[in-house]
């Protein structure tokens, strides 16, 4: 029978046996299958996710948005008459209140004009004193028959006029002395001036104004912080200010680190028509001055508080054109679709109104692979990974 075999067949029948051996021997070794892969009784594989208990909660409502923080009041100080800068009494950076001296213009020429109008008038009250004496002289002899009446009338209108001569007097009194007070520079509030722009020697003049700020006075406690916030947002906005203070956190502009908490003040009177946005203008005290005029930082403002509500996380919810969705987990270990009504969500807790009961587990990773009825493993939580590398010195 052997020698009826072809030659090929026979070059053949060795392999042949080799491989029917190494298929008797494999199914003989046990195998181990991950968890992740075990069959489910279905025949598919269990899905490893990783899931969250939909819990109760207060959650409170907060909206974002960037702004950049201002001065409450800012102030250029100029010169408001022409003269030389002859002393300055500010350090740049200082803080000074109001009323406090910061700069000097030459104030000779102005007290100069002053003491002549002030001169001008003692002359003018001399003369009319005068005046007076001779209209009394005049009646008493025109009651005598001793004196014309044109002449009683002609003493009463020169008293008429030297009187007033002395108003006109008061007046140029009053126009020197605010020329001269205006020599003195003083603060118009508390506040911190910057970097002096004009030294002491310069000429300054009222006309070149625009140019010649000496200093410019900022008040930073408080500041002000102007944001924009999309204009759905103003109906829910407006009734949070109609129930009292609305609070508003600023943050560095990367969010890690708080700079101030302050409160709403108002919002602009109309809504931008090119964003669809509409500003609004927050206060700070900002007694640690962490807040810089022209700082850009990102304003969380809180609206409401929800007490008690149902809560998942905002990254269970997932959305279809029939609406969001989660996976919750039976005790079968099996996952069914549950139709959500989202309510408030804030990226990172979302507030279910239905769908779902407290205590429910719901899916929070591993959603690409499930389907309605599919066997799941529950894997734990990530946690945050610990440091083992010794810990630096203080100092």
């Not at 923080?69 to 800012?74: E, F, H």
């Not at 140029?172 to 020697?201: E, M, W």
């Not at 104004?209 to 900022?218: M, R």
Request: proline fraction near 8%.
């Amino acid at each position: 029978m052997t020698s009826t075999l072809s030659p090929r067949l026979r070059l053949l029948l060795p392999r042949a046996a080799l491989i029917g051996g190494c298929l008797m021997l494999s199914m003989q070794l046990p195998v181990n299958i991950p968890p992740a892969l075990a069959q489910a009784p279905g025949g598919a594989p269990a899905v490893p996710v990783t899931v969250s208990a939909a819990v109760a909660r207060d959650v409170p409502v907060v909206v974002r948005g960037i702004g950049a923080v201002q001065a409450s009041q800012t102030a250029a100080i100029r010169t408001r008459v022409d003269g030389a800068l002859e002393e300055v009494f500010f350090t740049e950076g200082q803080e000074v209140k109001r009323g406090d001296l910061l700069a000097r213009i030459d104030p000779r020429p102005y007290q100069a004009v002053l003491d002549q109008v002030l001169a001008r008038k003692a002359a003018n009250a001399a003369a009319l004193a005068n005046a007076r004496l001779n209209l009394a002289r005049s009646i008493d002899l025109a009651r005598n028959q001793f004196a014309a009446r044109q002449v009683v009338d002609t003493r009463a209108a020169e008293v008429a006029q030297l009187e007033a001569q002395l108003k006109a007097d008061d007046a140029a009194i009053s126009a020197a002395q605010v020329n001269f007070d205006y020599t003195s520079i003083t603060a118009p509030f508390d506040g911190r001036v910057g970097l002096r722009q004009v030294d002491p020697g310069n000429l300054l003049r009222f006309a070149d104004n625009a140019a010649t700020a000496i200093v410019t006075l900022s008040q930073i406690r408080p500041v002000a912080v102007l944001f924009t916030l999309p204009q759905d947002t103003l109906p829910a906005v407006q009734a949070a200010m109609a129930r009292g203070r609305v609070p508003v956190t600023a943050l560095t502009s990367d969010e890690g680190r708080t700079l101030g908490e302050g409160a709403l003040l108002t919002t602009d009177s109309a809504i931008d028509a090119a964003t669809g946005t509409i500003r609004m203008k927050a206060s700070f005290p900002n007694e640690d001055t962490r807040m810089w005029p022209g700082q850009f930082v990102t304003v969380q403002m809180q609206l409401e508080v929800l007490p008690g509500v149902l809560t998942v996380p905002s990254v269970a919810v997932q959305r279809s054109p029939d609406g969001p969705y989660v996976y919750v987990v039976k005790d079968d270990q099996t996952v069914q679709l549950v139709r959500v009504e989202l309510g408030h969500d804030n990226s990172a807790v979302a507030v279910l109104r239905r769908g779902v009961e407290a205590g429910a587990r719901v899916v929070v990773a591993g959603h690409s692979r499930l389907r309605p009825g599919a066997k799941v493993t529950v894997a734990p939580p990530p946690q945050a990974p610990t440091s083992t590398a010794p810990a630096r010195p203080s100092g």
